[in-house]
């Protein structure tokens, strides 16, 4: 999209095969090409450039339609019915069909019914249209959530010459560094990682769980701005699991974004945000 929020001729090519590609799916018509680098090759070994070419088989007959799209600020006229007529007649294409975003002069309309080629207006909701900004509920989303949360809980840090069994203290050695007598840092994480994965291997629910940690050189830790030599490591805890699942609903809106009116056959279509289509004569 734009800046301004309005289309440009590139997506206006891009929803119409999405429409007519849709439209077409029940009937066993497949849209085959489109875009301005698609072109077809006539029997006069001249390649033509087509929007979008649709392709429908009719027994051992396949049946090509071409779809020329205008994104114009003025009404189409009757030179645009000649040129598509030309091609048809070049590449064996049995149908045409022109969609425009602003209507098509009175002489345009005359010409195209003469040559059998449908008219389209496809244009973006205005004001004037009696679904403009109007919004819908198109279904509720139920979604379940499942989450088991598991957690080692800290009760006790054991250092030897220092046991931690404060709430606050012991969230502090979360953070905490150890080091060795030639400075050499290791921070305490490790140890508090290791002990949450030994409880979780061991699935031992709410049970008191102590683990400790040889050392093998003499570690120090700062804490309340005194250096401790740690005699040992021990954490003792225990397991939980929490069953946090949540069933969310969700209700799905869509609103009116494009209005199609095909002029001959006299078929009212309205496209909303999300892609979904339907026929507004049928509406009540």
Known sequence: MSKKNELDWEEYEAITKYIYGALGEQYGIKVIGFGRKFKVKGKSGVSHQIDVLTEQIDGTRKLLTAIECKYWKKKVNKDIVMKLSETMQDSDISSGIIVCKTGFTRDTLTYAEHKGIKLVELREA???????????????????????????????????????????????????????????????????????????????????????????????????????????????????????????????????????????????????????????????
């Open 126 to 284: 205005d004001e004037n249209d009696r679904d403009f900004n109007r919004t819908f509920e198109i279904g509720i989303l139920d979604i379940r959530m499942n989450v088991m949360v598991t957690r080692a809980n800290i009760t006790r840090i054991d250092f030897g010459s220092k046991v931690i069994t404060d709430e606050r203290e012991i969230m502090a050695m979360y953070q905490a560094r150890l080091h060795d007598s030639q400075g050499s840092e290791l921070a305490f994480m490790k140890f508090i990682r290791h002990f949450s994965d030994e409880l979780e291997s061991r699935n031992e629910l709410l049970t008191s769980t102590t683990v400790d940690y040889p050392l093998k050189v003499k570690l120090f830790l700062k804490f309340q701005g005194r250096e401790i030599e740690t005699e040992k490591i021990s954490i003792t805890g225990f397991f939980t699991k929490t069953d946090e699942s949540t069933n969310r609903s969700f209700l799905l809106t869509d609103q009116v974004w494009m209005i199609m009116n095909e002029l001959f056959d006299k078929r009212n279509l309205s496209l909303s945000k999300s892609g979904l289509i339907w026929n507004r004569s049928l509406e009540a």
